[in-house]
């Protein structure tokens, strides 16, 4: 048998996937619910690209209390960049969504495009691994982490023994890791 191709699909998942498969329980209440969470999640991912563009072209937004708006102008104010990688393992690593180190000051700002209030520890940890990459000692440096939420900049200054709790957890918890991953194949 010859098969369709379907190339366009190529890369792409349905809303009603078979491997997805919970949604034959859904009430069309609970599919309407689900089918928005999953286009406001979409609506973020899109929010996200385009201010990360915004920034990295240096093209300012109006200068209004909105989110998108406030977190765009910050970040080309600060001269920051965006999605920078931090590393300190295959098994720790991630992106900031913006960040700068300048003047002894590290930035770490993070744009939330959903409803549910957001936490500092995401930031924490990329401060975390900043410090662990680039050796240098939370003490020796101050923080200005910032999370863009509902119209909304929250401001958290780390204390430097909470970021080097952080740093220690990662080290201990890689190489608990790194022995794991010795004691069998998968």
Not at 93 to 104: E, K, N, P, Q, R
Not at 111 to 140: D, M, N, R, W
Not at 145 to 151: D, E, H, M, S
Not at 159 to 186: A, Y
Request: aromatic fraction near 12%; include cysteine.
């Amino acid at each position: 048998m010859n098969f369709n191709m379907h190339s366009h699909l190529e890369g792409r998942h349905a809303f009603l996937s078979p491997s997805n498969y919970h949604w034959l329980r859904y009430s069309e209440e609970r599919l309407v619910d689900r089918y928005t969470t999953a286009r406001a999640a979409q609506r973020g991912t899109e929010l996200h690209a385009f201010a990360h563009e915004a920034i990295r072209l240096r093209i300012p937004l109006p200068l209004t209390q909105e989110t998108l708006n406030m977190y765009v102008n910050d970040g080309i104010g600060y001269n920051m960049k965006v999605e920078q990688p931090l590393y300190y393992s295959e098994n720790c690593f991630g992106h900031a969504d913006t960040m700068c180190f300048d003047s002894g000051l590290l930035r770490v700002h993070d744009l939330k495009t959903g409803v549910v209030p957001a936490s500092a520890h995401q930031l924490e940890i990329y401060a975390a691994l900043f410090c662990l990459e680039y050796i240098v000692s939370p003490h020796e440096i101050d923080f200005e982490l910032r999370i863009y939420q509902n119209n909304e900049v929250a401001c958290f200054v780390p204390f430097p023994e909470t970021i080097v709790h952080i740093m220690d957890k990662i080290i201990l918890f890689d190489q608990r890791i790194e022995e794991l991953k010795g004691v069998g194949s998968w």
